[in-house]
């Protein structure tokens, strides 16, 4: 069961997963440090999903500048048809889910329409309607500066990263995935995984409960 009541600080994410989630949703505060340096290889611009062959990066293009940029300035390239192919993936991965079709024109705009044009004001706008689906509502902070230091605070900014190990937020969380028949269960994916899947009972995943 999750217990965390602490403040935490996290990185702005794009459909962050079950770690991500269950932490942010358990703590008692949490800050989003858009001002840390954007890091390649991270969850800061990519997710992962249960496609048909298994686990499927979903990766935002981003354009790439000269030296270090803060997350906050990192600007999303749409010379790439990255939005298409994101939907259609989900699509692909979770038409025959039991909560797809409730859920899909909350996500539709955002690969059909929307044109943001800053990483971060598509993570939160990401993290707005993954709130909303889990119908839990949720006071998040963002940094005003560089979060050098965190006492007082639990930092999961470089922990939940997909080269390091799940955390124990995500052991336990279990639901039956669209293709787990056929290539088995797969924890800690993008919490889309779970909401599409589970619908209404994913916050009480996410909680531990």
């Known amino acids: 069961m999750n217990n965390t009541t602490s403040d935490i600080v996290l990185s702005s994410v794009y ?18 440090d858009i001002h840390e ?18 686990p499927l990066n979903l990766i935002v293009p981003i354009q790439r500048g000269s030296g270090k940029t803060k997350v906050k300035d990192i600007k999303i390239d749409h010379s790439q048809n ?21 859920y899909e024109h909350l996500f539709y705009p955002v690969y059909n329409e929307d044109k943001l044009k800053f990483l971060v004001d598509l993570n939160d706008k990401m993290a707005e309607i ?23 605070l639990s930092d999961y900014r470089q922990k939940i990263h997909p080269k390091q190990p799940s955390l124990d937020f995500s052991t336990g969380v279990k639901y039956i995935q669209v293709f787990e028949d056929k290539l088995g269960f797969f924890p800690n994916l993008s919490v889309l995984d779970l909401v599409f899947n589970e619908g209404p009972n994913a916050i009480v995943l996410l909680k531990g409960i």
Do not use: M
């Not at 340096?37 to 298994?54: D, E, H, L, M």
């Open 15 to 32: 459909a962050g997963n079950i770690d991500y989630y269950s932490s942010l949703i358990t703590s008692k505060s949490a800050i989003i």
């Open 37 to 54: 340096f954007f890091r390649k290889q991270s969850y800061r611009n990519r997710c992962v999903i249960a496609g048909a062959n298994g």
């Open 82 to 102: 990255w939005k298409k192919i994101h939907w259609k993936s989900l699509e692909s991965a979770y038409r025959t889910s039991p909560y797809f079709e409730y």
């Open 130 to 152: 993954i709130l909303s689906c889990l119908q839990f509502e949720k006071t998040i902070h963002k940094s005003n500066h560089y979060l050098s230091t965190v006492i007082g």
